[in-house]
Nanobody, 124 residues
Framework: QVHLVESGGGLVQAGGSLRLSCAASERTFNNYGMAWFRQAPGKERQFVASISWGGSRTLYADSVKGRFTISRDNAKNTVYLQMNSLKPEDTAVYYC?????????????????WGQGTQVTVSS
């Protein structure tokens, strides 16, 4: 099990930027595939971005491609989500997730560790 703590959420105007961070407790952080998901009120949790254990492979939802960038620093046990050109429809609670099977995937059930989430609100 790995404990995940997200930070960096907040209120931003449309067109602005935020960078989310997810700090992991696990010393073997580089054994995990990592991802970000988000959940808006009344909606299903949806995939945002995923990154391989070494950082060489990434996967993005079509809705964020070209605007969001996922990255990781294994020396700091941290994964990041840089969000640019934010839109009101990006408003959601953003969750960090870790996969012990090292997948790069947009499928929720592939991830067995989840953080508590951080709120991102984009005003129009």
């Amino acid at each position: 099990q790995v404990h995940l703590v997200e930070s960096g959420g907040g209120l931003v105007q449309a067109g602005g930027s935020l960078r989310l961070s997810c700090a992991a407790s696990e010393r073997t952080f580089n054994n995990y595939g990592m991802a970000w998901f988000r959940q808006a009120p009344g909606k299903e949790r949806q995939f945002v971005a995923s990154i391989s254990w070494g950082g060489s492979r990434t996967l993005y939802a079509d809705s964020v491609k070209g605007r969001f960038t996922i990255s990781r620093d294994n020396a700091k046990n941290t994964v990041y989500l840089q969000m640019n050109s934010l839109k009101p429809e990006d408003t959601a609670v953003y969750y960090c997730a870790a996969s012990s099977s090292r997948v790069v995937s947009g499928i929720k059930r592939e991830y067995d560790n989840w953080g508590q989430g951080t709120q991102v609100t984009v005003s129009s």
